[in-house]
Nanobody, 124 residues
Framework: QVQLVESGGGSVQAGGSLRLSCVASGRTFSNYTMGWFRQAPGKERQFVSIINWSGGITYYAGSVKGRFTISRDNAKNTVYLQMNSLKPEDTAVYYC?????????????????WGQGTQVTVSS
């Protein structure tokens, strides 16, 4: 019903940058809250950042504040995650997610639609 496809992952040395993209199709995109989550080996899926439908409200996990920036372009049905000053602990599979619920939430369980994930690896 709603398809999300991430891209932009890769391998980078500590201190480097990557930009992730997520393109949505199958439904109108503008009214959805979008989120980025990540999952490292042996760990549970973790909140990274969310952005509301207009782009006027954003939230970040404390571990990425000041380093990551979330944005969206509704005309292109795309959400972005700019990641700067990357650290080895940022290594994970990164997923984008979407919800059309009435509240803005950081809980992964509240997001119905998910992408396939893109690998980010940061070396020391």
């Amino acid at each position: 019903q709603v398809q999300l496809v991430e891209s932009g992952g890769g391998s980078v040395q500590a201190g480097g940058s990557l930009r992730l993209s997520c393109v949505a199709s199958g439904r109108t995109f503008s009214n959805y809250t979008m989120g980025w989550f990540r999952q490292a080996p042996g760990k549970e899926r973790q909140f990274v950042s969310i952005i509301n439908w207009s782009g006027g409200i954003t939230y970040y996990a404390g571990s990425v504040k000041g380093r990551f920036t979330i944005s969206r372009d509704n005309a292109k049905n795309t959400v972005y995650l700019q990641m700067n000053s990357l650290k080895p602990e940022d290594t994970a599979v990164y997923y984008c997610a979407a919800t059309n619920g009435p509240t803005i939430t950081t809980l992964a369980g509240n997001y119905r639609y998910w992408g396939q994930g893109t690998q980010v690896t940061v070396s020391s």
